[in-house]
């Protein structure tokens, strides 16, 4: 996937895997996503007019730079799950997000699931796993990102699949659905899909993402991101991979920072 290129797609495309490095140009696309953007994605679409930008660019900020924190990994987690909810708006416009990436109630971790979206009354059901590498030495990228896409996939699997599911995390997400359409027939229909999909032994609808931040030359090998691919697709004939890499997490905070400013 290149810097620049069409997103007039309706579907996904047929590798069923999308690497992003944000170099400055896409960097530029993400910057105008996420500025004019940020509060249908942290609040969803109907709380729009509600909130103003620099609020919840603050709020945002409040939960990434939680003062009892004793290392960086809420802040990964945070910045990294954005950056996957900016890319799909960027690369999957035929998906429409259904569940907001931030609790306002609370500035803590949202619970349950991380990016719930539909398209064509399929719901797809999203893991993020961020993490950062602190030393560019090959291949610890790699050996990062497969990680990570490893602990995606296990973690979605055990939300998903399986009779002992936390029914909870259906019904949290029904909850949600009406921050983000104020159709009453939609919102009635995509409770349907949830209660329906809850009930189901296994969901076959899965995205896992990898987000690695660090500075280093290393590129994420392509063919060990299709082998992973492959040999998941063996028990997720639909399983879709994502892998974003970002050399900071300043750029994006500073983004943010900057939507501060202007109230």
């Excluded at 392509?222 to 028990?235: G, T, W």
Aim: some cysteine; aromatic content about 10%; charged content about 30%.
């Amino acid at each position: 996937m290149k810097s620049g290129e069409s997103v007039e797609n309706n579907t996904f495309n047929d590798k069923g895997y999308y690497i992003q490095f944000l170099d400055d140009t896409m960097f530029e696309n993400f910057e105008k996503i996420i500025s004019e953007e940020i509060i249908e994605i942290c609040c969803g679409y109907c709380n729009c007019n509600i909130y103003e930008i620099p609020e919840i660019a603050n709020e945002f900020l409040q939960r990434v730079n939680k003062k009892n924190s004793k290392d960086n990994r809420h802040k990964i987690g945070y910045i990294g799950e954005l950056l996957y909810y900016v890319f799909a708006k960027y690369k999957f416009p035929f998906l429409k997000s259904i569940n907001p990436m931030i609790n306002i109630e609370e500035r803590s971790f949202k619970k349950g699931f991380d990016m719930l979206s539909v398209a064509d009354n399929t719901i797809w059901y999203s893991e993020v796993k961020s993490g950062e590498l602190l030393l560019p030495v090959p291949p610890l990228l790699n050996k990062m990102n497969i990680e990570k896409l490893s602990t995606a996939y296990s973690d979605i699997s055990s939300k998903l699949d399986g009779q002992d599911k936390n029914t909870n995390y259906w019904t949290t997400a029904k909850a949600k659905l009406c921050l983000c359409t104020n159709d009453t027939t939609e919102i009635e229909n995509l409770a349907k899909i949830l209660d329906s999909d809850m009930k189901l032994s296994k969901i076959k609808n899965k995205i896992i993402v990898s987000v690695i931040f660090g500075k280093t030359s290393e590129l994420i090998n392509e063919n060990k991101v299709a082998e992973k691919l492959h040999n998941l697709r063996k028990k997720d004939e639909n399983l879709i991979i994502v892998c974003i890499r970002e050399q900071t997490l300043d750029r994006t905070i500073n983004v943010i920072k900057e939507l501060c400013k202007n109230g």
